[in-house]
């Protein structure tokens, strides 16, 4: 599976985004889906995932209430939706797709990078 993220950009606090991650293959249905972020001299943290079949979300606490994870099988992609975005959610995002076969492996996209300004 590859995974392609975009939507990224310069946004005010306050202000909405919305990412997307584009998969390639033929069985993206049965990857769930998650999102990471990395902020500048940070680590890698956990914002959100989508199980395979959509039916379940989770959320860090930072962003509950505010992201949004959605999918469609049909298209091969996966989104999150920002709301009220803040400066502290300023970071490179990452998706990545769970292996069902090897659900201790990730397959992971290049970030795109959110800017939140005060």
């Known amino acids: 599976v590859q995974l392609q993220a975009s939507g990224g950009g310069l946004v005010q606090a306050g202000g909405s985004l919305r990412l997307s991650c584009a998969a390639s293959?033929?069985?993206?249905?049965?990857?769930?889906m998650g999102w990471f972020r990395q902020a500048p001299g940070k680590e890698r943290e956990f914002v959100g995932t989508?199980?395979?079949?959509?039916?379940?979300?989770f959320y860090a606490d930072s962003v509950k209430g505010r992201f949004t994870i959605s999918r469609d099988n049909a298209k091969n992609s996966a989104y999150f939706q920002m709301n009220s975005l803040k400066p502290e959610d300023t970071a490179v995002y990452y998706c990545?797709?769970?292996?069902?076969?090897?659900?201790?492996?990730?397959?992971w996209g290049q970030g795109t990078l959110v800017t939140v300004s005060s």
């Open positions: 990545n797709a769970q292996d069902p076969f090897e659900p201790s492996h990730y397959y």
């Open positions: 293959g033929q069985t993206f249905s049965t990857y769930s």
């Open positions: 989508i199980r395979w079949s959509g039916g379940s979300t």
